[in-house]
């Protein structure tokens, strides 16, 4: 699998069906956490065939309800129990309780331009959906307490990952307890950006950190290291750097795992970041 760094995620297999999970949180009791990957269901054509999302207009929603109860039953959660997001690259967060069961996944999701979501509540899975953008993974294990977060270059640019963290503090979360995981997403491998969106991390570059390579024979495009810029907005939060764990993974260079929607456009289909305390 291509990247320039190190993997940090396992890749599991169940049923033909494959997900990926970070170490240092497997490890954690009473926590389930999983990011999808594109292997293990029966969506067809450009949704083939681990498709999580119910709106694409080539699949069905039969087609992607079974895949949803072959993942969920993959990682030990009950997806009709689920809360969803409703994501259009803001930092808005929602709190998700009990009465929240099922938004987004049996009933209508009721409310717009959530792109996280928080919960101290058992048995409830909170779920973000992907296909580049980066999935922020947080756990504080002393206020068992977790949060999931859809982080494109708006997002994280606008700092979703500073707003989680404050978020986590507003909830009596001590900052230096917080672990967080940066899944796979589009790496700096590839990710080629212009100038327009660079112009939005310029103020992170300086001598020693530099999130913005220029592309060779190519003059105004950028390849941006999306999950630095993640680290650093945590890091400047408080967050220790040894509790960050970057996955390594890019979804645009491994297309055959992970849809890619600058491989694909729009005709693709949409992998899910997952957690449930338990």
């Known amino acids: ?43 067809h054509g450009c949704c083939s065939t681990l498709n999580l999302a119910y709106a694409h207009p080539e699949d069905t929603a039969v087609n992607v309800r079974e895949n949803w109860r072959r993942f969920s039953a993959a990682i030990n959660i009950d997806y009709n129990h689920a809360v969803l997001t409703q994501q259009n690259h803001t930092i808005n967060i929602y709190e998700a309780f ?9 009933r209508p999701v009721g ?20 296909a580049d953008c980066a999935p922020l993974f947080f756990y504080a294990p002393k206020q068992r307490l977790i949060g999931l977060a859809h982080a494109g270059w708006r997002g994280t640019a606008l700092g979703m990952a500073s707003a989680m963290v404050e978020c986590f503090v507003q909830h009596g979360v001590a900052v230096t307890e917080i672990l967080v995981g940066i899944g796979p997403s589009a790496g700096p491998c590839c ?9 939005c991390f310029k103020d992170f570059c300086n001598e020693t950190v530099s999130l913005l390579c220029t592309v060779k024979n ?31 993974i890019c979804t645009i260079c491994n297309p055959k795992m992970f849809f890619s929607h600058r491989i694909q456009g729009k005709a693709r ?4 970041a997952v957690m449930m305390l338990c």
């Open 269 to 272: 289909g949409t992998m899910a």
């Open 191 to 199: 990710y080629e950006i212009g100038e327009e969106v660079a112009a």
């Open 1 to 43: 699998m291509k990247t320039l760094y190190e993997t940090n995620m396992h890749i599991m297999a169940k049923k033909g069906l494959l997900y990926y999970s970070f170490p240092f949180l497997q490890q954690q009791p009473g926590l389930i956490h999983a990011f999808s990957s594109r292997i293990g269901g029966i969506s």
């Open 218 to 248: 190519n003059p105004g495009k950028y390849k941006l290291n999306l999950w630095e810029a993640n680290r650093l907005f945590l890091i400047k939060s408080g967050i220790k750097p040894e509790n960050i764990i970057i996955s390594g």
């Open 111 to 130: 409310y717009n331009n959530i792109d996280a979501l928080i919960t101290g509540v058992l048995n409830l899975p909170i779920i973000t959906y992907h």
């Open 98 to 106: 009990e009465k929240d069961a099922g938004r987004g996944m049996t």
